[in-house]
Every structure is written in structure tokens, then in C-alpha cells.
């Protein structure tokens, strides 16, 4: 066996492999707002239609963010219930509260499964210094764990993001014609379990 052949291979799959597990930094300009999470996701079309709400997505994970404005009910009781009630509207079982360490921000998160069998969490960051409450969902297959636990341990309010020394890449936002596209596609999927297939 050829043992160079062998080394340039291997090499040659860590390349890959780092290439494909590149991170970016994502951020809501709106709100000063930052995360660092996988290189190849892009921002729906339809993301610009609610100022308060925004969305990523890859091809294996959905992350939507609605940011609030604390009042008197923002406490732990009312964060963990709101969770749960959360979790109830998506029908999720199998949940749990966990508890994630995210600088700048007490964070309040849920575990559990969605009815399809992918995995989800949901979480309320409150800001500790302005009146900023992040509600961040992700909705993601179960290798993606780790990943989206870390996304959500980068976050960061007022351009203080640790990650970020690099230059910000520009984020791609999907077009009006691929969001119709993918639209399309979604409604020729939920016809075709209809459909009468007949034998010959």
C-alpha cells in the first residue's frame, strides 16, 4: 500500500471536514444583536415582513428570534410557565428545562421533541443590562445538539460578540423568487399523499 497516497487521503478529508464546519457571525443590526452558528445559513425572504421577529435557516436546523421588552412579569416563574406553554402549542413531549450559561443574559430554556421526532429548544434570554428579551427557537435534527447549544451560548447584545475579531460576512437573504419556489414545492408535497396511483 502506497502510505503517501494513504496520508495526502486522510488530509484531505480533515480539509473537508473543517471547510464544512466553518462558523460565522450572524447579527440583528436592529437590535445589536449577535450569534455565531454554521457558515451556510441564510435569512428567508419573509423575515423582513414582522421588525420584531427574524429567522435563519440551514439546511438541517430553523432558528426564529422574537426579541421583547421586559416589564413586571418578567421573572423566572413567568419565563419557565411561558416555556412550557410554548412547548404545549408545539405539542412537544419528552421536555425539559435545562439550564444554559450565556454571558450578558439570564437565560430560561426548554428541551423536548417536536411530533415529527426532531428535536427542539426554546429559550428566553433577558438582557442583564438593557430591556432586551430574546425568544430564540430552534428546531433541529438530533446530531445538532452540540451546534445549537453553542449558538446559543454565543449570543451577544451591543456589538460584544468575543468571537468577533474577523470581518462580519455578508448575509445571504434568500430571494422573493426561490422563497415562491420553495413555497411551490412545500404545496406539491402535502397534494401528493392524495394522489390515486394507479398499477398497470
Known amino acids: 500500500m502506497n502510505y503517501k497516497r494513504l496520508i495526502l487521503f486522510f488530509a484531505a478529508i480533515v480539509v473537508t471536514l473543517a471547510s464544512s464546519m466553518q462558523a460565522r457571525i450572524y447579527t440583528w443590526d436592529k437590535f445589536n444583536i449577535a450569534f455565531e452558528g454554521p457558515d451556510d445559513g441564510y435569512v428567508p425572504f419573509d423575515f423582513f415582513q414582522d ?73 428566553y434570554l433577558v438582557s442583564d443590562k438593557t430591556p432586551t428579551v430574546l425568544e430564540v427557537i430552534v428546531n433541529y435534527i438530533v446530531g445538532n445538539k452540540e451546534t445549537v447549544e453553542d449558538m446559543i451560548k454565543s449570543f451577544s447584545e451591543n456589538n460584544n460578540q468575543q468571537p468577533n475579531e474577523r470581518e462580519k460576512p455578508k448575509q445571504k437573504i434568500q430571494k422573493k423568487e426561490d422563497a415562491e419556489k420553495e413555497e411551490q414545492e412545500i404545496k406539491k408535497k402535502q397534494k401528493r399523499p392524495n394522489e390515486k396511483v394507479f398499477e398497470c
Open 51 to 123: 421588525p420584531n421577529s427574524a429567522q435563519v435557516n440551514w439546511d438541517d436546523m430553523v432558528m426564529t428570534l422574537q426579541r421583547y421588552t421586559k416589564n413586571e412579569n418578567t421573572n423566572k416563574k413567568n419565563l419557565n410557565e411561558a416555556l412550557k406553554s410554548r412547548a404545549l402549542g408545539f405539542n412537544m413531549y419528552e421536555t425539559k428545562l435545562k439550564e444554559i450559561k450565556v454571558k450578558g443574559f439570564k437565560c430560561y430554556s426548554l428541551l423536548g421533541t417536536m411530533p415529527d421526532g426532531s428535536q427542539c429548544i426554546i429559550c
